[in-house]
Structures are given as C-alpha cells and as structure tokens.
C-alpha cells in the first residue's frame, strides 16, 4: 500500500515537472513585418479633438413646427 501511494505521488511529480517544464519552452514566434509609413499624410490636426469650445454650453434644442 505504501508503494503505491510512493509511486503515485511520484508519478504525479513527474508530471507535474513535465508539463512546467513544457510551458517554458521558447517558441518560434512569426515575424511582424511593418510597412512603410506614408510621408506626409498624417492627419495632424484635422481631428474634431480639442476643437470644441471649453466652458461654453451647447444651445438649446428647439423643434420648428
């Protein structure tokens, strides 16, 4: 009885030791290849961010009818 609870806990070891020692293996990863960047034309600027009024309140909604 006591092997096998001995061969048991080892066994489990074992493959408790495989399996970590299996997740830290590298792996090839593929290769980003990035494209060249278009020479001006980025966008600067152009965004509606910051263009807003600061502190003013919008005009109210008024339906015509």
Do not use: E
Request: charged residues 15%; without cysteine.
């Amino acid at each position: 009885m006591t092997v096998k609870k001995i061969v048991f806990v080892l066994g489990a070891t074992f493959a408790l030791v495989t399996v970590a020692n299996a997740a830290d293996l590298p792996r090839r990863q593929p290769v980003y290849v990035q494209q060249q960047a278009p020479i001006g034309k980025m966008p600067i600027g152009k965004s509606p961010v910051g263009k807003a009024p600061i502190g003013k309140a919008p005009g109210p909604v008024v339906s015509r009818y």
